[in-house]
């Protein structure tokens, strides 16, 4: 059992009471989002559940793995005790793997420096901490296979005290085998260590193979084993320690990079810089924050000094990751395709060392490959087609839409609460997945948290070049744009916005005179013969002032996620909708959409979506027909 709770009274082993509707993770809601079934498969979880209370039966259980959490608790106090707050933070997630307390800011500098997998327990650092114990017994003369069951049991119990993290799993896994290779004399081969331990990983948990996570540290590996051999010859007029730490960097880089652009979406061109800087200072942090929390643990007042150098060594390395993640070196790209991600591969393995030794050969496959290679990537992956398109996300319980037009331009009308979750993983993660750094606009329907709380979000992660809303949201609009050098532009009745490619938003609510900050934007998207109107969080008494304005419409985005007062029927036979849109959480706690607003639009003959059950709902349009279908379909 798995227990997310902000409360610190639960320990291993006891009994939890409550009581909860269980249900499986849904598959993926967002295009270019998260498949959450697959991930938490991977992480050994099936199931789900939500309560609002729950209880402790019985007392903690002392076995082996219990002892170890104990003592990984005491850790990560003694870390919090020695060490500054935030700094803090990090060194647990770098050492003991829990970044649930790192803040999001941190997380963006390391992520868009490329210095991320430094705060996650990974190979990297398991290698470090098994490196300076296999050196320190060398010292003591010990024999090779003290020297295995030594190291192997301390991985074993770094393994207990981290809770068995699957990166640090891995990790100990190719240590041991070739570990085991040095005991018995055998020659070290890389590439059979790490076959082996992916064939025991995914033996045990098939499903990790679509976990980031997993990916990313055998992608860094192999890049290791393939291409080091090569960046070590071109630099071997360096210094060796300066070579071969820029040797490691450039490899590891270079084997994450289409990973890296198939979750994220971005690379930072000067991460390797980053990288020479912070990962050999990493190593010394991670020995350094391995002994203070052991010690801490045991008897607090010895990890006082080791937490002092270790501190200013991490504080140091935090700078490195804020300086360059303020640089303007990251690049958007597409997700890769599927024929991308093997040409790259193919091309690694091509000019390493394992394949066909004759010159010739060799250098033309590797021209080719890469002919290949860069045809895949500027051959356009995503095709507009000359259409609309618009997408209403699966954000939870707000409202959020991107459009793009027929001639590429893109907008997002709302964007959800970044409180909700919801915009994390629809709407920046779409961005991402398509490489978009610019948005040609953003409406804003009306100054509701769960409808304009993630345009923070947005104005952190791409340009705006104009923002509109109603009259009434103008001082807030203002106050959160801050000192960025943004547009800003009324929408009220009778204003017409053209969006680019015969594209235009026509609003019809409310008039200029209306100083009520909840008088939500009510617009209608047409394209040719193509109508959506788009209504806020307009409610029945708002519809009757629209009785006169309204019109036959394709598609109803229903207003306020499907309230029962909303949708009136007067309403809905004015527009006639042949299709109806609710954006709404799952599980809400607001009962929405109510049964009475289904029942409306069900007797007024519309096909009703939802993203709570259909996932993000995606419309395509030219100037005569348009196609509607959710995720599922």
Not at 345 to 350: D, E, K, S
Not at 615 to 632: F, L, S, V, W
Request: overall charge negative; glycine content about 8%.
């Amino acid at each position: 059992l798995c227990l997310y709770t902000e409360s610190k009274g639960f320990l291993y082993g006891q009994r939890i009471d409550t009581s909860a509707k269980i249900s499986v993770y849904r598959n993926k809601r967002n295009p270019g989002g998260m498949d959450e079934r697959s991930v938490n498969l991977s992480r050994g979880i099936a199931y789900t559940a939500f309560t609002k209370q729950c209880f402790a039966q019985g007392s903690e259980k002392l076995d082996l793995y219990g002892f170890a959490q104990r003592i990984r608790l005491s850790a990560e106090e003694a870390v919090r005790n020695t060490v500054d707050d935030s700094i803090g933070e990090e060194l647990i997630g770098m050492v003991l793997g829990d970044k649930s307390e790192i803040t999001r800011n941190t997380m963006d500098d390391y992520r868009n420096s490329g210095l991320a997998h430094l705060l996650a327990l990974s190979g990297l650092h398991v290698g470090f901490v098994a490196m300076a114990l296999a050196f320190l017994l060398r010292k003591l003369r010990l024999k090779e296979g003290v020297i295995f069951i030594v190291t192997v049991a301390f991985l074993l119990m770094y393994c207990l005290l981290a809770g068995f993290s699957s990166s640090l799993v891995r990790a100990a896994l190719m240590i041991s085998i070739l570990l085991l290779g040095n005991l018995f004399g055998r020659k070290n081969d890389s590439l059979t260590a790490m076959g082996a331990a992916a064939l025991v990983l995914l033996l045990i948990n098939p499903y990790q193979l679509f976990q980031p996570s997993f990916q990313l540290s055998f992608g860094a590996v192999l890049g290791i084993v393939l291409l080091n051999p090569i960046f070590s010859n071109l630099l071997s007029s360096l210094p060796k320690f300066l070579g071969d730490i820029i040797s490691v960097s450039l490899s590891a880089q270079f084997g994450l990079l289409m990973i890296q652009l198939s979750h994220f979406g971005n690379i930072t061109l000067l991460s390797f810089a980053a990288n020479i800087l912070c990962v050999p200072i990493s190593a010394i942090v991670v020995v350094l924050g391995l002994l203070l929390s052991i010690l801490g643990a045991i008897f607090l007042p010895l990890a006082i000094p080791l937490a002092f150098i270790t501190e200013k060594l991490l504080a140091f390395i935090s700078v490195v990751a804020h300086f360059f993640a303020s640089l303007p070196f990251s690049i958007k790209m597409f997700s890769p395709s599927f024929l991308t991600n093997i040409l790259y591969a193919f091309l690694i393995i091509v000019v390493s060392k394992f394949f066909i030794s004759k010159k010739y050969i060799k250098r033309m496959t590797a021209i080719t490959t890469t002919i290949l290679l860069v045809l895949s990537i500027f051959v356009p992956i995503y095709q507009n087609e000359g259409k609309l398109k618009i997408i209403i996300f699966d954000i939870g319980q707000g409202d959020g839409a991107y459009i793009e037009t027929p001639d590429g331009r893109n907008y997002f009308l709302d964007a959800g609460n970044p409180e909700d979750s919801g915009y994390a993983i629809a709407g920046e993660r779409y961005l991402d997945y398509r490489g978009i750094g610019r948005l040609d606009g953003f409406i804003a329907s009306h100054w509701h948290s769960d409808h304009t709380g993630g345009l923070t979000e947005l104005l952190d992660k791409v340009n705006i070049s104009a923002v509109y809303g109603p009259h009434a949201t103008q001082q807030h609009i203002s106050t959160m744009l801050g000192k960025k050098d943004i547009k800003i532009f009324d929408l009220g009745a009778g204003a017409v916005l053209d969006m680019g490619g015969n594209v235009r938003l026509r609003c019809i609510y409310p008039d200029a005179d209306k100083e009520y900050i909840d008088e939500s934007v009510v617009a209608i998207l047409e394209y040719g013969s193509f109508k959506m109107l788009f209504t806020g969080d307009m409610e029945t008494a708002h519809e009757q002032e629209l009785l006169d304005k309204a019109e036959d419409i394709d598609i109803l985005k229903v207003a306020h996620h499907g309230s029962a007062n909303a949708s009136s029927a007067e309403f809905l036979d004015i527009l006639r909708p042949e299709e109806a849109v609710i954006s709404v959480g799952a599980r809400n706690t607001y009962g929405h959409p109510t049964a009475a607003a289904l029942d409306r639009l069900s007797n007024a003959g519309c096909r009703i979506w939802r993203t709570d059950k259909d996932g993000a709902i995606t419309i395509t349009a030219d100037e005569n027909k348009y196609e509607i279908h959710g995720m599922g379909d």
